[in-house]
T-cell receptor, first 115, second 109 residues
Framework: SAVISQKPSRDICQRGTSLTIQCQVDSQVTMMFWYRQQPGQSLTLIATANQGSEATYESGFVIDKFPISRPNLTFSTLTVSNMSPEDSSIYLC????????????FGPGTRLTVT | TQLLEQSPQFLSIQEGENLTVYCNSSSVFSSLQWYRQEPGEGPVLLVTVVTGGEVKKLKRLTFQFGDARKDSSLHITAAQPGDTGLYLCAGAKGNKLVFGAGTILRVKS
């Protein structure tokens, strides 16, 4: 499986500001995903990020609030814009495994607290 | 409405006990995965089941995929404190995963 790292691991931010989360993979991958997870709860898919194309957002998530970049096959960023306390959550990136079209492998997550 | 219903939501048991976590849906999935997540970490893939009726064993963990590929179960035998964590089932719909609500398991020594 791929080794995935995320930066920052955690942050405390003031409302109204923006935070960019980085996701780095140790191998080239076509598909990357960004999820949000409330502590102790399940994962909600924010968007799918493919290199060379616009990210595809799930219902309830919009590009203005969560802009995503995917400049190459090993890196992606998710920005949480104009943050409010409701954005406090864990943000996770994942990639599809090399030998499967559906198995996903996750980064360690970024714990965001908005005050 | 949750596409994948996972139960129970929370389970607190003593070391050595057995337990089963269920994942049910009205939808058919091409595959179903089980993940385990510890605090401060991302979910870690435990197993993928693909074929209806399939049973996979991973040491003390037994995973089953329903014949109709709509449901799955995870059975843990002789639970240990190291099994403590959040267990998530996820059904594959194309390249995307649909996650259940999760089961928080706490095994007390």
């Amino acid at each position: 499986s791929a080794v995935i790292s995320q930066k920052p691991s955690r942050d405390i931010c003031q409302r109204g500001t923006s935070l960019t989360i980085q996701c780095q993979v140790d191998s080239q991958v076509t598909m990357m995903f960004w999820y949000r997870q409330q502590p102790g709860q399940s994962l909600t898919l924010i968007a799918t990020a493919n290199q060379g194309s616009e990210a595809t957002y799930e219902s309830g998530f919009v590009i203005d609030k969560f802009p995503i970049s995917r400049p190459n096959l090993t890196f992606s960023t998710l920005t949480v814009s104009n943050m409010s306390p409701e954005d406090s959550s864990i943000y996770l990136c994942s990639v599809v495994g090399q030998w499967s079209s559906y198995e996903q492998y996750f980064g360690p997550g970024t714990r965001l607290t908005v005050t | 409405t949750q596409l994948l219903e996972q139960s129970p939501q929370f389970l607190s048991i003593q070391e050595g006990e057995n337990l089963t976590v269920y994942c049910n849906s009205s939808s058919v999935f091409s595959s179903l995965q089980w993940y385990r997540q510890e605090p401060g970490e991302g979910p870690v893939l435990l197993v993928t089941v693909v074929t209806g009726g399939e049973v996979k064993k991973l040491k003390r963990l037994t995973f089953q995929f329903g014949d109709a590929r709509k449901d799955s179960s995870l059975h843990i035998t002789a639970a240990q404190p190291g099994d403590t964590g959040l267990y998530l089932c996820a059904g594959a719909k194309g390249n995307k995963l649909v996650f259940g609500a999760g089961t928080i398991l706490r095994v007390k020594s």
